[in-house]
């Protein structure tokens, strides 16, 4: 059974910083793309940033230069760290885990994140 749990959300005034993680389990997790996702009120779901198997990144244009995407094979763990955060960064934010251009596909139960002072 796979199992994606984030964790890291919470309340942060602008400015602040918030680390998210997410553990993966029942995948070959070291094969797979993991992504950061994210769903504000009213909107729809977008890709914050990804990382593949080889550890290439992406990023959307509102996370660079503030966010990173890291990924811990050993622990089977992706991690996004998000500095400067603003309020237009406040959402619930989801974790993916891709492969075989999307042939399998998994999601998070997500984690809220809220940027306000």
């Known amino acids: 059974q796979v199992q994606l749990v984030e964790s890291g959300g919470g309340l942060v005034q602008p400015g602040g910083s918030l680390r998210l993680s997410c553990a993966a389990s029942?995948?070959?997790?070291?094969?797979?793309?993991m992504g950061w996702y994210r769903r504000a009120p009213g909107k729809q779901r977008e890709l914050v940033a990804k990382?593949?198997?080889?550890?290439?990144?992406n990023y959307a244009d509102s996370a660079k230069a503030r966010f990173t995407i890291s990924r811990d094979n050993a622990k089977n763990t992706v991690y996004l760290q998000m500095n400067s955060l603003k309020p237009e960064d406040t959402a619930v934010y989801y974790c993916?885990?891709?492969w075989g251009n999307g042939l399998y596909n998994y999601w998070g139960q997500g984690t809220q994140v809220t940027v306000s002072s």
């Open positions: 993916n885990a891709r």
């Open positions: 029942g995948v070959v997790f070291r094969l797979y793309e």
């Open positions: 990382i593949s198997s080889t550890s290439s990144t």
